[in-house]
């Protein structure tokens, strides 16, 4: 990649090459489906991302989703990675939580998700 702002994951192009970067403390793990509301911590649930990231989504999970469940506004939850090239690390994650209501955002991480327009 050139010219794009942020960090370069586009050669981590394999599960072995992210835990690798998970176990030198570049990348930490993030829960798609978050343990408190179900998740498990097992390799279809766990994604890795720069460190920071995770906090993010866990904010965003306890602070907005959470609320939003215990008053019944939302009673359920998804959250999309989305890939760029080979890369193991996703470039975005979406989040949305809906039924009755709706609530989506975007985590914009790395690559051209940096280069969108809000």
Excluded: C
Excluded at 55 to 64: C, F, G, Q, Y
Excluded at 79 to 98: K, L, M, N
Aim: charged residues 20%; glycine residues 8%; negative net charge.
């Amino acid at each position: 990649m050139t010219n794009v702002p942020g960090p370069d994951f586009s050669q981590v192009d394999s599960l072995a090459k992210a835990v690798a970067l998970f176990e030198q403390g570049v990348l930490e793990k993030l829960f798609l489906m978050p343990l408190e509301f179900g998740g498990e911590d097992n390799a279809l649930n766990v994604l890795y991302v720069p460190i920071g990231v995770a906090a993010v989504k866990n904010n965003i999970d306890a602070n907005v989703i959470g609320p939003l469940a215990d008053e019944g506004k939302v009673s359920q939850y998804r959250a999309e990675p989305e890939y760029q090239g080979d890369s193991f690390v996703p470039i975005a994650i979406r989040i949305v939580a809906w039924d009755p209501e709706e609530f989506t955002t975007t985590i914009n991480i790395w690559g051209d998700a940096l280069t969108r327009e809000p």
